[in-house]
């Protein structure tokens, strides 16, 4: 606990995280509510998920998401206080499970307020487009199965993007580097996916990407078009996050601070 404490005063005192993370929830409860008032389907009948739709700000707001948890750690390596927070806590795994502890809260914290404002600014301005239940659509409220599990989703979706860029960064410690890193592996696998002409290949690379698979926990229509199911896809995204805080542990207790 003294671990945990140490690291949530850090980054409540750290300048800009605050911010960061206020942002974070603005701009994709903002995205969200624009993809919903953009949308028109006079009469009904088009193909569209209206849950997708409110949480398409979650695409956006991950990226401030990783910024966030990048910093946490290797913020510190930029200025050499990781040297006195070792020094303090020889358990380096200690440190490192103590800063993903923190910002998984924080995150969590801050997409649960995203997410909510989202589902229910959707719910609003998507009704006002035709897009209800009386022309078919599925209900946008969280007491649907569906959209309650599209949201929680979403949330845990934003979590495990910030344990996966918290362990990158914990392994290659460069700021620029991590975040760099991050952004092509969540951003680059569904461009490249795109361009490719081979049907297999482009499920296997849905299949395998961070996002792409992570993202179907939004999925509340045609989901059996999806090449994973929504929690398949969501698992995929935490194999990532595990594989990089794994990485990022054994490069912090085998390599010099």
């Known amino acids: ?42 009469g009904g009948g088009c193909q569209l998920d209206p849950a997708k739709v409110s949480l398409t700000g979650i695409d956006l707001g991950q990226a401030v ?27 380096r795994g200690l440190v490192l499970a103590a800063k993903a502890a923190v910002v998984s809260v924080a995150t969590l914290v801050t997409g649960a307020v995203a997410v909510l404002a989202s589902v229910l600014a959707g719910g609003v301005l998507l009704g006002r487009h035709g897009i209800s239940t009386a022309y078919g659509y599925q209900a946008l409220s969280l007491g649907s199965g569906p959209v309650l599990r599209a949201a929680a989703g979403s949330v845990l979706y934003l979590a495990l993007i910030a344990l996966f860029s918290l362990g990158v960064a914990a392994a290659v410690r ?27 290949w482009h499920r296997h690379l849905e299949q395998l990407s961070p996002m792409t698979a992570g993202l179907y926990i939004q999925a509340t229509a045609n989901l059996r078009s999806l090449p994973l199911t929504p929690w398949q896809g969501l698992g995929v995204l935490a194999a990532w996050a595990a594989g990089a805080m794994l990485a990022g542990a ?8």
């Open 65 to 91: 998401v990783a910024i966030v948890a990048v910093t946490v750690i290797s913020g510190e390596y930029s200025t050499g206080m990781i040297r006195l927070t070792l020094a303090a806590t020889p358990r």
């Open 174 to 200: 460069d700021s620029a580097v991590a975040i760099g890193v991050v952004l092509a592996l969540l951003y680059l696998f569904p461009i490249i996916s795109s361009a490719v002409t081979s049907p297999s």
């Open 250 to 257: 054994l490069l912090l207790r085998f390599r010099d601070a």
């Open 1 to 42: 606990m003294t671990a945990v404490h140490a690291e949530w005063t850090k980054l409540r005192t750290l300048p800009g995280t605050g911010w960061l993370l206020l942002a974070a929830a603005a701009l994709t409860a903002a995205v969200g509510a624009v993809a919903a008032n953009s949308v028109t389907c006079p």
